[in-house]
C-alpha cells in the first residue's frame, strides 16, 4: 500500500488558545516502525487543557505540538525490521513508548518509564494529522468487528482496565466510580465486566448520570444532593474518576474496611483526604499513570461487546474543525465523546 503523497495536513497548537491546520511533511518509518494512515482519533480532557491553558501539570507547551493521542488507523507502510505488521492492517495505537531498558521497564512497569514518549505530550507530537509514524509492537491489530471509532476509544477503555486492575476488582465487588464523564463511564463498564455485583456512579450532571444508568450501572447518586455518606452507599472499591478534591474526600468515607480506593480523576496537585477513615479501616489507596499492558483485554472487552465504546460518540468532527471538537462539552451538556477525522 503506497502513500500518495509527501505532504499531509495537521492540526497544530502554536499556543494556548491558537490551533492552525499546517502542511507537514508526511513521516517516514523508521527501524521497527510502521506509518500509519490516521482513521479516528477520539479528543480527551488533557487535549482541552493544552488548548486551553498551555500545559497540563508539568507538561508545558514551549513549541507548535499536534494534539490527540486516542487514535486508529490502517498501516500504509513498514520499515525496516518490521515483520510482524503489514498494510493494510488497522490497527489501533497505544500512544506510549517507553525505552525498554529502564528499571522500571524491566518490572513490568512500563508505564512509568522515566523516558516514555507519549502522543500529544509536550515534545510528541500527536495524532491530529493525517499519518504518523509508530512504534509497530505499540501498532496493535484490531478484528473487523470493532468500529474504527471503537478502535481508537480503546485507548480511553485501557484506562479503565488499569484502574480496575490496580483496584482488583473481581465477583460480588460493590465499586463506587465518582465522576461519569467518558473514564467514569468505561470504568464502569469494565468493573461490571470484571464480575462487580453493583456499580454506583455518583456526578453532578443530571445528562451523564442518565448515560451512566444506559452504560450499566445499577445505581446512581446525584452528589448535588448531599454527602454520599448520607446516601446510604457503602463500597469495597472506590474509582475516583472526577479529580475534584472534595468528591474524593467524600467517596472515601463511603468504603468499607479493608476497601480498595484508586485516584483516577487529574485535578489540582493537592488534595485533603480523612487520613484517619483510612487508618482506622486499613483501606488501600493508590493512584494510576496511564497503562501498561491493557491493550489485548480492551480489544477482548469491546469485541465481545462486555464494553460500549461506540455508544460513547456523540460528536464527530473533521481536521479543520479541532477546536470546536476540543470545545463541544461547553456547548452542549449532553456530549461525552467527541471524534475527530483526519481524512476529513
Known amino acids: 500500500m503506497s502513500v500518495p503523497t509527501t505532504t499531509m495536513r495537521a492540526s497544530v497548537l502554536r499556543q494556548a488558545g491558537e490551533v492552525r ?7 517516514e518509518p523508521g527501524p521497527g516502525q510502521v506509518l500509519v494512515r490516521v482513521g479516528a482519533v477520539g479528543t480527551c480532557g488533557s487535549d482541552t487543557h493544552y ?37 493494510g492492517e488497522r490497527v ?36 491530529f494529522c493525517e499519518y504518523v509514524a509508530c512504534d509497530a ?38 465499586v463506587l466510580v465518582t465522576g461519569a464523564g467518558p473514564i467514569g463511564l468505561v470504568v464502569a463498564q469494565t468493573a461490571r465486566a ?12 443530571g445528562p451523564r448520570l442518565a448515560a451512566a444508568r444506559r452504560f450499566g450501572a445499577t445505581h446512581t447518586v446525584d452528589a448535588r444532593e448531599g454527602p454520599l455518606a448520607g446516601s446510604g452507599v457503602r463500597a469495597h472499591v472506590l474509582v ?22 484508586v485516584l483516577v480523576g487529574m485535578g489540582g496537585q493537592e488534595m485533603t483526604l480523612p487520613v484517619s ?3 482506622n479501616r486499613e483501606i488501600e489507596v493508590t493512584g494510576t ?39 463541544v462539552g461547553r456547548r452542549d451538556p449532553e456530549a461525552l465523546k467527541a471524534v475527530v477525522y483526519p481524512g476529513r
Not at 21 to 27: D, S, T
Not at 138 to 167: I, M, Q, T, Y
Not at 196 to 202: F, K, N, Q, R
Not at 240 to 245: P, R
Request: aromatic share 6%; charged share 20%.
Open 240 to 261: 475516583e474518576c472526577s479529580g475534584a478534591a472534595p468528591a474524593a474526600a467524600d467517596a472515601v468515607l463511603a468504603v468499607e474496611p479493608a476497601g480498595r480506593v
Open 289 to 327: 499513570f496511564r497503562y501498561a499492558n491493557t491493550w489485548p483485554a480492551a480489544i477482548g472487552l469491546a469485541a465481545s461487546g462486555a464494553v460500549d465504546l461506540d455508544a460513547l460518540v456523540t460528536h464527530r468532527f473533521g481536521l479543520a474543525q479541532v477546536v470546536e471538537a476540543l470545545t
Open 194 to 205: 470484571f464480575g462487580a455485583a453493583e456499580v454506583t456512579v455518583s456526578d453532578v450532571s
Open 137 to 174: 509492537h505499540f501498532a496493535h491489530p484490531v478484528p473487523d468487528v470493532l468500529s474504527d471509532e471503537a478502535a481508537a476509544l480503546l485507548e480511553p477503555l485501557s484506562v479503565g482496565v488499569w484502574a480496575c486492575r490496580k483496584a482488583r476488582v473481581g465477583p460480588g465487588d460493590r
Open 21 to 27: 491546520v499546517e502542511e507537514r511533511p508526511v513521516p
Open 51 to 87: 488548548y486551553e491553558h498551555g500545559r497540563v501539570g508539568p507538561f508545558v507547551v514551549r513549541a507548535p505540538l499536534v494534539l490527540g493521542h486516542e487514535a486508529m488507523g490502517t498501516v500504509v507502510a513498514c520499515g525496516p525490521g518490521v515483520e510482524d505488521r503489514v498494510p
Open 92 to 127: 489501533s495505537l497505544e500512544p506510549g513508548v517507553p525505552d525498554g531498558v529502564c528499571e522500571q521497564c524491566r518490572l513490568g512497569r512500563y508505564n512509568l518509564c522515566p523516558r516514555m514518549r507519549f502522543m500529544a505530550t509536550p515534545p510528541v507530537d500527536g495524532a
Open 277 to 279: 477513615h483510612v487508618q
